[in-house]
């Protein structure tokens, strides 16, 4: 009997891929000789000799170490490893680690490179899955070197107090602060039966019960905040801190999913786990009351960057934060426009663009934004909007936000429009469908709304959506478009450098590499039926929506944050030697791996934008 | 006389030698039966499973599934279906070939079961059925090693807690739908290989294993019950 007749063997190699895309024959090729074998947890596995072979996890988890121990990749179910010892005799020196207990199926040497000979598909989701971990070796490294000065993507479980002090609902107030005393705590829970119900602080004490001359004797529940906000353990700090901030609390009861508590996170636990924080940064902005103050607490807010980005926080979340304090640095200023020039005369969103929409801006962002008024204005409000627009617009660049170049700002009388105007530009835009009126309009494409009613603009992109939808010469433009510019890499993959200028002999990794991805996830994106704005959600998206195969949707995400995490090193770089944030890069500088990497990264690109002219420009060309 | 006592005390001495080096040098067949009750007495075999462990992991390869498909030919039931002489033979030497088979896989290996007890008595009744020549084993039982650890740590286990399912459960082994003697075989090995890994942190020896959890047994066939030879009446 061969393993391929065992029904569990059978079920599971037939629903994993890249296995279930085999031939039978093939699968019965790649079984024989195969082995189950149990790891324990912590054990690390060996892959000399006749181990050196092709691994199957099917059951538990597994992570992939770099030799000085920089985590690479963790496994499940499903994934494999022990592919580099078979195709490359194992020379990135990874280990594998077991995280969990696993059963793991290990297959023999010969039936895997036979099978590698004759499926092409196979061969290639096993050279993928080699090169994206390569491309995350090479970040496990540059990890190694971090030293971690923030930590907001810590979990919250980490620095909560898990002393707990609680009181029943029907205790009295003066026996709840007597306990509070006893135990030097500035808050105390109310549970009900296990459960979170409310809580009193120091605060609740004095304003509801000191202030007002009520009894000590008042049952806790006449007094508590009832159902109060309450965190997971498993939350990072950085959402502790936006909750705190939005809800403008300093006691964060930490619940597990039955709201049974299990610990307490304070304002000062927070304050002493990191001393410049963005929740910090964001308080200080929201309590300013003029451009001078602002601009000098803004100062901060370069070197508050350059701190996220010396940490291991994901890009992605880099990203969000940056945004994050954009927006309340917006938000703020609108306000202090109302103190200058009055409360306005109608209802009006201020619309952000390009990066602060997508949520990846980075040192040195310049701002694209405008406004969208519910209704047309006379010369009067007309006057009034833009004051307003260009106090926001003038005050951001104090704040170091630079202007737009092309002056899509809304201190631009063009860029305030009713949303009717926004409709008919977008129209405009979609349906001239020339090259040139969509070369500078495509970040147009990327919208937020940062401040008023989100659901005009939620309807300005439906409308948006539905004339793409009805129009497919505009995604072929836009996609020559956004193909004109090749990734840097040339016909022998050596790099396409700058040939002359500042940067010359340089690799720019905006412009050449960010970029190319962005505009490949915004064709998508606007082909997808749900609108997404941040280009890995576009990506993730459009997998999902499957006008992407998922391969090609994984790599671009994983290109995109190498790329991005390549700038951000750049950047910061630049930064601090010269004050300047260019995301020009010599590739001289980097190792021969790490060349090797971003020419694999290029080179991703380049399937991409295959992918996408053959999606939506064949037949336009 | 003295050569022969020689080649005993050689055999003697191999085997304890196998009994004290890491358990992964030796080879285990571990085997699942469905039968048609609990009593070896009284019911029969209808299928047999088994999968090989050799070098510490399961060879997929060598798993077998049997099926037995002879409920005992009484005269009753020859008269419903009208079997006839030439059925019964048949059937006999399928039974004879099946257990043959058995026999020499099983020679020189460890015998594996979950609740090795049941399978001890159905080994030792077909062994009653055929004439075969005896065959000396040892078995471990990986229900009575679970049992054993759970013991040991002081660990309170619910009524039912060690049957297959909630072992493998413990060890976060994945849930099997089926339930026939292949598939419990390969959940048995599965079991064996976590509860060989959570032993003690370091590998036991075969012979630890057997006195947590085994033992020895002969499998002979009793010259009075061969079929061959009817009992005077």
Same mark, same amino acid.
């Given at each position: 009997?061969?393993?391929?007749?065992?029904?569990?063997?059978?079920?599971?190699?037939?629903?994993?891929?890249?296995?279930?895309?085999?031939?039978?024959?093939?699968?019965?090729?790649?079984?024989?000789?195969?082995?189950?074998?149990?790891?324990?947890?912590?054990?690390?596995?060996?892959?000399?000799?006749?181990?050196?072979?092709?691994?199957?996890?099917?059951?538990?988890?597994?992570?992939?170490?770099?030799?000085?121990?920089?985590?690479?990749?963790?496994?499940?179910?499903?994934?494999?490893?022990?592919?580099?010892?078979?195709?490359?005799?194992?020379?990135?020196?990874?280990?594998?680690?077991?995280?969990?207990?696993?059963?793991?199926?290990?297959?023999?040497?010969?039936?895997?490179?036979?099978?590698?000979?004759?499926?092409?598909?196979?061969?290639?989701?096993?050279?993928?899955?080699?090169?994206?971990?390569?491309?995350?070796?090479?970040?496990?490294?540059?990890?190694?070197?971090?030293?971690?000065?923030?930590?907001?993507?810590?979990?919250?479980?980490?620095?909560?107090?898990?002393?707990?002090?609680?009181?029943?609902?029907?205790?009295?107030?003066?026996?709840?602060?007597?306990?509070?005393?006893?135990?030097?705590?500035?808050?105390?829970?109310?549970?009900?039966?296990?459960?979170?119900?409310?809580?009193?602080?120091?605060?609740?004490?004095?304003?509801?019960?000191?202030?007002?001359?009520?009894?000590?004797?008042?049952?806790?529940?006449?007094?508590?905040?009832?159902?109060?906000?309450?965190?997971?353990?498993?939350?990072?700090?950085?959402?502790?801190?936006?909750?705190?901030?939005?809800?403008?609390?300093?006691?964060?009861?930490?619940?597990?999913?039955?709201?049974?508590?299990?610990?307490?996170?304070?304002?000062?636990?927070?304050?002493?786990?990191?001393?410049?924080?963005?929740?910090?940064?964001?308080?200080?902005?929201?309590?300013?009351?003029?451009?001078?103050?602002?601009?000098?607490?803004?100062?901060?807010?370069?070197?508050?960057?350059?701190?996220?980005?010396?940490?291991?926080?994901?890009?992605?979340?880099?990203?969000?934060?940056?945004?994050?304090?954009?927006?309340?640095?917006?938000?703020?200023?609108?306000?202090?426009?109302?103190?200058?020039?009055?409360?306005?005369?109608?209802?009006?969103?201020?619309?952000?663009?390009?990066?602060?929409?997508?949520?990846?801006?980075?040192?040195?962002?310049?701002?694209?934004?405008?406004?969208?008024?519910?209704?047309?204005?006379?010369?009067?409000?007309?006057?009034?909007?833009?004051?307003?627009?260009?106090?926001?617009?003038?005050?951001?660049?104090?704040?170091?936000?630079?202007?737009?170049?092309?002056?899509?700002?809304?201190?631009?009388?063009?860029?305030?429009?009713?949303?009717?105007?926004?409709?008919?530009?977008?129209?405009?835009?979609?349906?001239?469908?020339?090259?040139?009126?969509?070369?500078?309009?495509?970040?147009?494409?990327?919208?937020?709304?940062?401040?008023?009613?989100?659901?005009?603009?939620?309807?300005?992109?439906?409308?948006?959506?539905?004339?793409?939808?009805?129009?497919?010469?505009?995604?072929?433009?836009?996609?020559?478009?956004?193909?004109?510019?090749?990734?840097?890499?040339?016909?022998?993959?050596?790099?396409?450098?700058?040939?002359?200028?500042?940067?010359?002999?340089?690799?720019?990794?905006?412009?050449?590499?960010?970029?190319?991805?962005?505009?490949?996830?915004?064709?998508?994106?606007?082909?997808?039926?749900?609108?997404?704005?941040?280009?890995?959600?576009?990506?993730?998206?459009?997998?999902?929506?499957?006008?992407?195969?998922?391969?090609?949707?994984?790599?671009?995400?994983?290109?995109?944050?190498?790329?991005?995490?390549?700038?951000?090193?750049?950047?910061?770089?630049?930064?601090?030697?010269?004050?300047?944030?260019?995301?020009?890069?010599?590739?001289?500088?980097?190792?021969?791996?790490?060349?090797?990497?971003?020419?694999?990264?290029?080179?991703?690109?380049?399937?991409?934008?295959?992918?996408?002219?053959?999606?939506?420009?064949?037949?336009?060309? | 006389?003295?050569?022969?006592?020689?080649?005993?005390?050689?055999?003697?001495?191999?085997?304890?030698?196998?009994?004290?080096?890491?358990?992964?040098?030796?080879?285990?067949?571990?085997?699942?039966?469905?039968?048609?009750?609990?009593?070896?007495?009284?019911?029969?075999?209808?299928?047999?499973?088994?999968?090989?462990?050799?070098?510490?992991?399961?060879?997929?390869?060598?798993?077998? &599934?049997?099926? /037995?498909?002879? *409920?005992?030919?009484?005269? !009753?039931?020859?008269?419903?279906? #009208?079997?006839?002489?030439?059925?019964?033979?048949?059937?006999?030497?399928?039974?004879?070939?099946?257990?043959?088979?058995?026999?020499?896989?099983?020679?020189?290996?460890?015998?594996?079961?979950?609740?090795?007890?049941?399978?001890?008595?159905?080994?030792?009744?077909?062994?009653?059925?055929?004439?075969?020549?005896?065959?000396?084993?040892?078995?471990?039982?990986?229900?009575?090693?679970?049992?054993?650890?759970?013991?040991?740590?002081?660990?309170?286990?619910?009524?039912?807690?060690?049957?297959?399912?909630?072992?493998?459960?413990?060890?976060?082994?994945?849930?099997?739908?089926? &339930?026939?003697? /292949?598939?419990? *075989?390969?959940?048995?090995? !599965?079991?064996?290989?976590?509860? #060989?890994?959570?032993?003690?942190?370091?590998?036991?020896?075969?012979?630890?294993?057997?006195?947590?959890?085994?033992?020895?047994?002969?499998?002979?066939?009793?010259?009075?019950?061969?079929?061959?030879?009817?009992?005077?009446?």
């Amino acid at each position: 009997m061969a393993a391929i007749d065992i029904p569990e063997v059978l079920k599971f190699i037939d629903t994993t891929p890249p296995f279930s895309a085999l031939t039978l024959a093939q699968q019965k090729q790649l079984l024989t000789g195969v082995e189950l074998t149990y790891a324990r947890q912590g054990e690390k596995l060996d892959l000399q000799g006749s181990h050196a072979t092709l691994h199957l996890i099917r059951r538990g988890a597994c992570e992939i170490r770099s030799d000085k121990g920089g985590l690479v990749d963790k496994l499940a179910d499903g994934d494999c490893f022990g592919v580099s010892s078979v195709l490359a005799q194992n020379p990135d020196g990874l280990q594998v680690v077991v995280l969990e207990d696993s059963l793991i199926y290990r297959f023999q040497k010969s039936g895997f490179q036979a099978v590698v000979q004759e499926s092409e598909d196979f061969a290639l989701f096993f050279a993928h899955t080699r090169s994206s971990r390569i491309r995350k070796l090479s970040r496990a490294h540059a990890t190694d070197l971090a030293t971690p000065a923030l930590q907001l993507s810590t979990s919250i479980s980490q620095i909560m107090s898990r002393e707990l002090v609680s009181a029943a609902p029907n205790e009295s107030v003066q026996q709840a602060a007597a306990r509070m005393t006893e135990h030097r705590v500035s808050s105390i829970l109310v549970v009900d039966q296990q459960r979170l119900v409310g809580i009193v602080t120091d605060r609740d004490l004095r304003s509801r019960v000191l202030a007002v001359g009520a009894s000590s004797e008042l049952p806790l529940t006449d007094i508590m905040t009832a159902n109060p906000a309450s965190i997971d353990p498993r939350s990072l700090v950085m959402h502790a801190q936006t909750l705190m901030s939005e809800r403008n609390i300093h006691h964060l009861p930490v619940v597990d999913t039955d709201q049974i508590p299990v610990g307490m996170v304070t304002a000062a636990d927070l304050l002493r786990h990191q001393e410049l924080s963005p929740l910090l940064l964001i308080n200080q902005i929201n309590r300013q009351t003029s451009v001078d103050s602002l601009r000098e607490v803004c100062q901060q807010l370069p070197t508050l960057i350059v701190n996220l980005i010396l940490t291991d926080m994901k890009t992605t979340d880099i990203g969000s934060v940056i945004a994050a304090i954009s927006d309340s640095l917006t938000r703020r200023l609108i306000e202090l426009g109302f103190e200058h020039y009055g409360e306005p005369p109608m209802a009006f969103q201020f619309i952000v663009f390009g990066s602060q929409a997508r949520k990846d801006q980075s040192l040195g962002s310049d701002q694209d934004n405008g406004l969208m008024l519910s209704r047309t204005p006379n010369a009067e409000e007309s006057q009034y909007f833009a004051k307003l627009g260009a106090f926001v617009c003038e005050g951001l660049a104090e704040c170091g936000i630079r202007t737009c170049p092309g002056d899509i700002m809304a201190s631009n009388a063009k860029w305030r429009l009713t949303q009717q105007g926004w409709s008919e530009a977008f129209a405009h835009w979609i349906e001239a469908s020339s090259p040139s009126s969509l070369l500078n309009a495509s970040i147009f494409f990327d919208i937020r709304c940062v401040y008023g009613d989100d659901r005009a603009i939620s309807d300005l992109i439906s409308a948006m959506q539905a004339r793409v939808a009805k129009s497919s010469l505009f995604l072929a433009t836009l996609t020559r478009t956004a193909t004109a510019t090749k990734p840097p890499l040339g016909f022998f993959r050596n790099f396409l450098l700058e040939s002359s200028g500042e940067h010359k002999h340089q690799l720019d990794l905006k412009h050449q590499g960010l970029a190319l991805i962005n505009d490949l996830a915004r064709i998508y994106g606007l082909g997808c039926k749900q609108y997404r704005v941040s280009t890995k959600e576009r990506l993730e998206q459009a997998a999902r929506e499957r006008l992407m195969s998922a391969d090609i949707a994984r790599n671009l995400m994983d290109a995109w944050d190498e790329l991005n995490e390549l700038r951000l090193q750049v950047q910061r770089q630049h930064w601090q030697n010269t004050g300047k944030p260019s995301a020009y890069l010599d590739p001289s500088k980097l190792s021969s791996l790490e060349r090797k990497h971003l020419k694999s990264t290029f080179a991703i690109i380049a399937d991409g934008q295959t992918a996408a002219l053959q999606r939506y420009a064949r037949g336009y060309a | 006389m003295v050569k022969q006592w020689l080649k005993h005390w050689q055999h003697w001495r191999g085997q304890r030698e196998d009994k004290i080096r890491p358990w992964q040098e030796n080879s285990y067949l571990v085997l699942d039966m469905e039968t048609t009750g609990l009593d070896p007495k009284q019911h029969q075999v209808i299928s047999l499973g088994w999968v090989l462990i050799e070098n510490g992991a399961i060879q997929l390869d060598t798993a077998q &599934h049997l099926l /037995l498909d002879s *409920a005992e030919i009484d005269d !009753e039931s020859v008269g419903i279906h #009208m079997i006839t002489d030439a059925d019964v033979l048949e059937q006999g030497r399928r039974h004879a070939s099946v257990l043959r088979y058995l026999r020499q896989i099983m020679k020189d290996k460890v015998l594996v079961a979950h609740y090795a007890p049941l399978e001890l008595g159905f080994l030792k009744s077909l062994w009653q059925t055929q004439p075969m020549p005896a065959l000396s084993l040892h078995w471990l039982d990986t229900m009575q090693i679970e049992m054993q650890r759970r013991a040991r740590a002081q660990e309170v286990i619910q009524e039912g807690g060690y049957r297959l399912g909630p072992c493998r459960e413990r060890y976060g082994l994945p849930e099997y739908p089926g &339930h026939d003697a /292949l598939t419990d *075989a390969m959940a048995t090995a !599965e079991l064996l290989l976590a509860q #060989m890994a959570h032993y003690n942190h370091h590998d036991p020896s075969l012979q630890a294993l057997l006195r947590t959890g085994g033992g020895r047994v002969r499998l002979a066939t009793h010259k009075r019950i061969t079929p061959d030879i009817k009992k005077p009446n």
